[in-house]
């Protein structure tokens, strides 16, 4: 027989029996003849103790007592740290899945795709060779080279840098952004997300008509009033026939497209407005164009911002109105002579917006200057009468240099009045007397035969203001004709201003008048009125309210309803052309319409 040991099994080492011993093994005294089973307790620190479980029995009155074998020496004891476990916090019933499933929902949320028509900020992480490539939030998003390019076709942006764009597809392909709605997949459903969503859209006007323009956008047709295709009127709409360009959708009812691109523009003007007023100050040189001429003065464009030239600031020469020097459309340079920034909380509401003064007069020669440079005391001048003053006569020497021939100055005797001497046009000749540099005096003495009489104190074309007479208003004339019928709501009449206070604007027709409160002129919070409708302005309004004499008048009221007008015409041209009687022709003669045109 061999005397290798057997190897202890996994019953024996739990029992602590030693190798080869375990079906000898003899159970302690105290365990003979129980019949339960026998089980092993680990106890903390490595201790093993031994224990057979007793069936129950009614009574334990006579239950033998239990042995349990000594415990072998303890080891070493590793402390475990106090605290919360992990496993406190996952309960009994989950299973790993669910635990797999709430720790992804945790650390992964749902990414919510943006809608289309939605406007986004992205910025560029690649470039392609026709796509760039835009994180957007969470997402990634793809936009057309083309798109980002500015008026040269040159690309501008590069890695790392913004952009803005609406969403115009989250299909299979991705996202993909579009800064307007391709004319490619103009449809009405999509111009319909258009108007609700405020993307832009490309479309190329096909011909205009009396109430506006046509325009097809892909494969529909279009149309845009009169007052909305331009900031102001131009009076040139025939030159845009041909052309492609941004409009903003206003209405969409079944096949009937109504545009705006005034709406365009004026968010172009907005942001270079706000870009320039950073770069201005009071003495910068600007080039603009004339916009509106007032009695008071003329408009111009700066490129986003609006300044006054007033009248006085045009030209160096007295003028009688601001048309004799500029006129709607001219280009001129300016400088900035005063700057006033609003006061939101002024009660004079036309300060409550930015003032920008502008001068043609300060980028002209100054006449008086050269002037001084030619002329010497003693001279003998020709000039030209131009007013009569109680004081004096005032006498045109150059084109902005006045010279002042003093009442005293102008006879050997005594006269009431300048008009007992001169009148305004007369070609005089004169001495000059004294030349004041400072404060531009030419004082001159009349010379009559060639001998100069009296004496006299003069001034150049900057006398003073309380020299400058101011023409008196005549009152209108009474009309005589009869009364007209006295007007309805929703009737629009056309009259003249004659009245202009901070609320609101008076107009005068047939005999009646009328109040268009300043929240119906159409114009912006805090306007100062007086300076937009000069008196005497003719103004097209619609009547909105009569309370007894009382007439309530809308100007944008009005131009709604033209503009509505316009629209109902141009769909019953459009059906007559059909001849179904309501439908809007297709497509077919988009084709039609641009035969002969030069597209850009």
Known sequence: MSDKKPL??????????????????????????????????????????????????PSTKHAAAEVVPAAPAPKAVVPVPSGPSVADDVHEAESFAEMLEKQGKDALPARKLPRVGEKLKGTIFQLGAEMAFVTVGRHEAMIALD?????????RLGVGQEVEAH???????????????SKSAASVHMLADARASGIPVEGIVLGVNKGGIEVAVGDVRAFCPSSQIDVRPSGKVEELIGQRLMFRVTEVKDRNVVLSRRAILEEELKVKGEALKKELSVGKVLKGRVVSVQAFGAFVDLGGLEGLIPVSELSHTRIGHPSEVVKMGDAVEVEIIRMEQADPHSPDKSKRKDRITLSMRARMEDPFKVAMNELKEGQIVKGKVVRLQPFGAFVELRPGVDGLVHISAMSDRRIAHPRDVL????EVEAKVEKLDAEDKRIALRLVKDGVAVGEGVATSSSAPAEEVGQAATAAPAADSKPRAPRPKRGQIVVGKVNRVEPFGVFIEWDGFVGMIPASETGTDRGTDLKRTFAMGKELKAEVIEINGEKLKLSLTQAQRSEERADLEAWKAQESKKSGSGGGIKGFGTLADKLKGLALK
Request: proline share 6%; net charge positive; no cysteine.
């Open 167 to 181: 969403v115009i597809e989250t299909g299979a392909k991705g996202i993909i952004l579009s800064k307007k709605l």
């Open 8 to 57: 202890p099994t996994f019953g024996d080492v739990m029992m602590g029996v030693p190798a080869g011993q375990g079906g000898q093994a003899k159970a302690p005294e105290a365990d003979k003849g129980k019949k339960g089973p026998m089980v092993v307790v680990k106890r903390a620190g490595g201790a093993v103790e031994t224990k057979r479980l007793e069936p129950e029995k």
């Open 147 to 155: 798109e980002l390019k500015d008026e040269e076709g040159i690309l």
């Open 423 to 426: 009148k305004v046009g007369d």
